[in-house]
C-alpha cells in the first residue's frame, strides 16, 4: 500500500463512521477540523516560508466577525438590496471576510515582513494584540460581550446547524486545502517558495521576486484562518473576541511545530493532538490538583520545550520514518514535456560584450574593497578572474550579479544600465551565477534544486499550480532540469537530497541550476574546488562546449592550472585593484602577477 493509497483509505473510513460517531466526539473532530486549516497556513508561513507569526488568531477573528457582522447588522441588512434571501448572507459574510482579511493581511505583511530575525515574530504579536482589542472595543461588533443569534449554514434549504452535517463541510474545505497547497508546494512556485526559508539571496539570482512571495504566502495563510473563523462563527452560532487573543495564536503555532512545521499534514496531526490533549487535561488537572485553572497551559509549556528538544522537526517526520518500512514509495508521474515549449533565449553573436563593468568600486565604511574595476565578458569567451585571497573577487563578483550595488562606477548587462537593479532582473537579461558558499535546498533533491534554476522560463502562478493547471509545463521544466544535470554528468544522483552530495558535486548541482535558465552570461564562483581530477576535466569540457555553444563564462577560480587551460582572457586583482589583463600566457609573463600571485605557483607548480 502506498501513502496515498492509506490516506484515501483513512478519509474513508472517517467518512464511513462519521454518523456513528457521539455528538460530544463530532464536535470535537469539527474543531480539529479548523484548527488544522489555521495550522496548515502556519505550516506555509513558517515551516515552509520561514516567517514566523503568533498572530494568525486575528485573522480567524476577521473572517468570523465579518460574517456575524453580516448576518446580525441592521446596518448590513440596510445595505443589502430589499428581499434579499436570508440563505445567502453567510455567503455574503465569507465574501466580505476574505476581502477584508485580503487587505488587513496586504497591509500588515508589507509593513511586517520587512522585520528579520526576532523583529518579524514580535511585530506579529504586536498587530495580533491590536487586533484583538480592536474587537472587543466596538461597540458594531458588540464589544467584548460579543455577537449572538447567527445563522447556521444552509444548504438547499437543508440547515447545518449540527457538527453531524457541519463537521463534514469543515473536513472536506480542510482536505480540499491540503490538497490544492500539496499541489502548490509540488510545482515551480512551490519551488521558489522553498527557497525563501534561508536562501533569499541564491533565490533572487534565480529570478524569484522574495518580498513579492512572502507577502503572497502571508496573505495565502491568513485568507485560511479567515475561511476558518468563518466556519467556526457558524458552528459557534456566537462570535466574541476571546477565541482571537494572543494565547490561541500561540496555540496555533504550537500545533504546527508539535506536528512537523514543514509538513502539511504535521497540521493535522499536531491540531487532533493539542485539541485532545487539551481537552482531556481540562477535565483531569483540577482533579488532580484539587483546584480550578488554566494548568494545560504549563502542561502545554513543557510539552513544547520535550518536542523541541527530541523532536525538532515535529512528529510527522517520525511518523513517516516508521511508516516507510511497509509503504510503498510514491512514484511520481509527470506528464510529457513536449506540450509545452519553455522560453528561449537567443544567444548574442561571438564578440557581443555580454557583460561590462565601468570604473567600478565599493567601499564598506573606511575599507576600499574594489577600486575603479574595469572588466568586460564576451560571448563565446571564457574570461577568468584570478587574484590571491582577499583580491576583492567576490565583492566584485557580487557587484556585477546585482547582489551589492556599486558605490560608484557602471554595470552594464546586454547593453542595459543595471544600476539600482535587483539581481532577479540581472537573471531576467541572461545572467546565471553560482556561489563561493554553495547554496542549494539542503534537504530538497538535485532534480527540484537544478528546476528552480528554469523558474522565470514558466509562467503558470498559484492558481494554476494549487489547481494541476501547470502540469504539462511543470513537465516541461523538469525535462530541462533533467537535460542540464545529464550533461554535467549527475545523473545518477537526480533523486538524491543535494546535502548528500560531496562538495564537489554539490557545485556542480549550482552550475546545472544556473544552466536550466538558459542564460548568455554565465558566472562560475570557484567551480573546480573540492573536485578531483577527473572531475575538472569533466568540467572543463563542459565549459569548452558552452563556449562553443555562444555563452560568455566568468570564472573565478584559485586552480591556475584550471584556469590557464581554459580562460580566453584573464582578469588580475590585487588589493581589489586590476594589476594585470590578458591572455593566459601575457598574463604568466607579467612582473607583477609573478610577484603579486602567481611566481610561488610557477615556481612550486610546474605552471
Known amino acids: 500500500m502506498s ?236 462570535v466574541n473576541p476571546t477565541p482571537f487573543n494572543i494565547n490561541i495564536g500561540i496555540e496555533y503555532l504550537f500545533m504546527a511545530v508539535v506536528g512537523g512545521a ?29 483546584a480550578s485553572g488554566n494548568f494545560e497551559v504549563i502542561v502545554f509549556g513543557l510539552l513544547m520545550l520535550f ?83 582577499g583580491a576583492g573577487k567576490s565583492t566584485f563578483f557580487n557587484m556585477i550579479s546585482g547582489v551589492d550595488e556599486p558605490t560608484s562606477g557602471e554595470v552594464r548587462l546586454m547593453e542595459q544600465p543595471m544600476q539600482g537593479r535587483p539581481s532577479r532582473e540581472f537573471a531576467a537579461l541572461g545572467l546565471g551565477r553560482t556561489f563561493q558558499h554553495v547554496r542549494l535546498l539542503g534537504q530538497r533533491s538535485v532534480l527540484e534544486n537544478v528546476a528552480l534554476g528554469a523558474h522565470r522560463r514558466g509562467r503558470k502562478g498559484w492558481i494554476a499550480s494549487m489547481l494541476r493547471l501547470d502540469r504539462a509545463e511543470e513537465a516541461a521544466i523538469l525535462a530541462e532540469a533533467r537535460r542540464q544535470i545529464e550533461r554535467c554528468g549527475l545523473a545518477e544522483y537526480i533523486d538524491r537530497p543535494a546535502a548528500s552530495l560531496a562538495l564537489g558535486q554539490q557545485r556542480v548541482v549550482e552550475i546545472a541550476r544556473a544552466l536550466a535558465g538558459q542564460p548568455a552570461a554565465l558566472l562560475l564562483d570557484e567551480p573546480a574546488a573540492g573536485l578531483r581530477h577527473l572531475e575538472k576535466q569533466a568540467l572543463a569540457s563542459l565549459l569548452d562546449q558552452l563556449r562553443s555553444e555562444g555563452l560568455g563564462i566568468l570564472v573565478v577560480e584559485h586552480d591556475m592550472e584550471f584556469v590557464m587551460n581554459l580562460a580566453d582572457r584573464i582578469t588580475v586583482l590585487e588589493f581589489g585593484e586590476v594589476i594585470a589583463e590578458g591572455t593566459p600566457a601575457e598574463v604568466q609573463a607579467n612582473p607583477r602577477v609573478l610577484e603579486a600571485y602567481l611566481g610561488g605557483e610557477l615556481n612550486g607548480g610546474g605552471l
Open 307 to 389: 518536542v523541541l528538544q527530541r523532536f525538532a522537526d515535529g512528529l510527522w517526520p517520525r511518523l513517516q520514518a516508521a511508516s516507510g518500512r511497509w509503504l510503498k514509495p510514491e512514484v511520481r508521474r509527470v506528464g510529457a514535456a513536449a506540450a509545452v515549449t519553455l522560453q528561449q533565449r537567443v544567444l548574442p553573436p561571438a564578440g557581443q560584450v555580454l557583460l561590462d563593468a565601468r570604473q567600478v568600486s565599493r567601499r564598506f565604511g573606511g575599507l576600499l574593497a574594489n577600486n575603479n574595476v574595469n572588466m568586460s565578458l564576451k560571448a563565446h569567451e571564457v574570461h577568468a578572474l584570478i587574484g590571491p585571497n
Open 262 to 290: 514543514g509538513h502539511l499534514w504535521g497540521a493535522v496531526l499536531g491540531a487532533a493532538l493539542i485539541t485532545l490533549l487539551k481537552e482531556q487535561l481540562q477535565d483531569w488537572l483540577p482533579k488532580l490538583l484539587g
Open 3 to 238: 501513502a496515498r493509497q492509506l490516506t484515501l483509505a483513512c478519509i474513508a473510513a472517517l467518512a464511513l463512521a462519521w454518523g456513528f460517531l457521539p455528538e460530544f466526539t463530532l464536535t470535537v473532530m469539527s474543531y480539529i477540523g479548523l484548527y488544522a486549516l489555521v495550522a496548515a497556513g502556519l505550516v506555509m508561513l513558517t515551516g515552509v516560508g520561514g516567517m514566523t507569526s503568533f498572530g494568525q488568531a486575528a485573522f480567524v477573528g476577521l473572517g468570523a466577525y465579518a460574517t456575524a457582522w453580516v448576518c446580525t447588522s441592521p446596518l448590513a441588512a440596510a445595505w443589502l438590496p430589499a428581499g434579499f434571501p436570508p440563505a445567502l448572507l453567510p455567503l455574503v459574510g465569507l465574501a466580505l471576510g476574505l476581502l477584508a482579511t485580503y487587505a488587513v493581511a496586504r497591509f500588515l505583511g508589507a509593513v511586517t515582513l520587512r522585520l528579520s530575525g526576532h523583529y518579524l515574530p514580535l511585530g506579529t504579536i504586536a498587530w495580533g494584540l491590536s487586533l484583538y482589542y480592536v474587537f472587543g472595543n466596538l461597540d458594531v461588533l458588540g464589544g467584548f460581550t460579543g455577537m449572538s443569534g447567527l445563522p447556521p449554514l444552509t444548504v438547499a434549504g437543508f440547515s447545518l446547524a449540527s457538527p453531524l452535517y457541519l463537521g463534514p463541510l469543515i473536513w472536506a474545505v480542510l482536505l480540499f486545502c491540503l490538497w490544492a497547497l500539496h499541489n502548490l508546494l509540488d510545482s515551480r512556485e512551490g519551488r521558489a517558495i522553498r527557497a525563501l526559508k534561508g536562501g533569499r539571496v541564491m533565490a533572487e539570482s534565480m529570478g524569484v521576486d522574495t518580498a513579492h512571495y512572502r507577502i503572497k504566502l502571508f496573505v495565502l495563510a491568513a485568507l485560511l484562518a479567515a475561511i476558518s473563523g468563518w466556519l467556526y462563527a457558524h458552528l459557534q452560532r456566537f
